[in-house]
């Protein structure tokens, strides 16, 4: 029951099998840390696991604010249990502060609070660098419908309003975060893939520290205990 | 009357002059074509009396069908009488068939003919070259607020659907195009810019050739010869 059976994909951070029923697979959490589309590649020791426990946290919390996703339960400190989906191939990105590729590309500062949600899409292809679109080309490319846009910019907004105050209660600020979905077998539009520091951007209210993968980005000190942090306080 | 006193502003293919009236400008078309965020530069003989032209054909076809421009009359052959605007930081795009930088950008063959309308916006920005953004990223730039934007948005899907009708007629395929817009002094948003091969993809409908500044881009052929044959047409 729930073991791995053949291996589906591989992915630069998790790779995901196959188990003894159809609808379901298992999420394993990997080391590896890549960033800059596979232009810097590392290993960081206890990332998987560290990973692994805060995504299922805040599954969970999300799961108890009404949000469908794909998280069954934890199976073991590298792995998931999440139910089969057929991924959108769009990264669907929610920013409360400007940073990142954003700050670079508008020339607008890090750090930067915008008077609006910045809502984005981004087309999920490593070849074509996963650049920006907007819904036009996402229903240009056949990647969704308008209407399956629409819930997802929905659902993506709810989740940053409720991860915004969850992650504050800790000290941490939500300054941004990458999610996906997918539809199951009823056609169901679920949350996917993983929410870590892998896939946000925190930083310590106070200090502004960053407590997320741009410590690996940009070597601004230890990953893992920056990812414990962050355990620590939303465990 | 309606002479030319200062120059407010030179732009990559036209010259803005202030005149004794103060909501009212002068536009000058100038022979002068670049590409590429101005790498790629030349000067084409009557290029800016042949955009001068059909650049009033157009607007005079637009107000005609209920859409407000900037244009007010042709001085001559190589100036515009327009009204004074303060010009939304945005090029929006409106694309009937894939080509250009959504062609490359997402790997799509050029000439693909997708099942929607597609819009976008583009940041006027020289120094970050143009990049794309969505209405989010336009509202925290505090380009325009999103208001203004739903209204640009029908405006521009307007103008398609004229400019469209329009050119079929003539055996033109309105393959894409980017347009501007400004607001007066009442708050009234109205179309600005030019209308032009510059600024248009248009197409042979029959045999796909390019009569429009992609004859400069590429090196298809004369300049000249392509944008009189959209002139003769539309005339």
Redesign the interface.
Known sequence: MNEKLELLYEGKAKKIYSTAEEDKIIIYYKDDLTAFNGVKKSSIQNKGKLNNEISEILFKVLENHGIKTHFIRKINNREQLCQKLTIFKLEVIVRNV?AGS?AK????PEGTI????????C?K?D??KD????E??A????LAT?KELDYIMNVALKINDILKIILDKESIRLVDFKIEFGKNELGEILLADEISPDTCRLWDKQTNERLDKDCFRRDLGSVEEAYLKILKRIK
Chains 1, 2 share one sequence.
Do not use: D, K, S
């Open positions: 400007i954003m590309n508008l020339g607008i915008p008077p609006n949600v910045i809502y984005e899409l087309y292809n070849e074509y650049p920006l679109i907007n036009h080309h229903v240009a490319l056949n308008y």
